[in-house]
């Protein structure tokens, strides 16, 4: 089973804070990489972030850098976002990827959570 939980999202005002979670067993993070995406009402899914499986390597989409900081523990992976703007509303998906930084070899969605950025 692959599949991952996300946590952690809300309604936040613009320029505000949020951190997501991404829970996994500790297989799934020792083997591969994960990858934080999102899917805007009417927009297709897009990578955000994601981090190697040892956790030395990251890399985020050009929309977020700077302001989302990506990192893991023994169980988790989160996701810290801030300086959020509306444009970073969305639902937002972790997902084990095979290949890093290949975001288009995720699989195994989950529910998502919901990020609102509005005033």
């Known amino acids: 089973q692959l599949q991952l939980v996300e946590s952690g999202g809300g309604l936040v005002q613009p320029g505000g804070s949020l951190r997501l979670s991404c829970a996994a067993s500790?297989?799934?993070?020792?083997?591969?990489?994960i990858g934080w995406f999102r899917q805007a009402p009417g927009k297709e899914r897009e990578g955000v972030s994601c981090?190697?499986?040892?956790?030395?390597r990251t890399n985020y989409a050009d929309s977020v850098k700077g302001r989302f900081t990506i990192s893991k523990d023994n169980a988790k992976v989160y996701l810290q976002m801030n300086s959020l703007k509306p444009e970073d509303t969305a639902v937002y998906y972790c997902a084990p990827m095979t290949m890093y930084p290949d975001y288009g070899s995720a699989s195994n969605w989950g529910q998502g959570t919901q990020v609102t950025v509005s005033s």
């Open positions: 500790g297989f799934i993070l020792d083997y591969y990489a």
């Open positions: 981090i190697s499986r040892s956790g030395i």
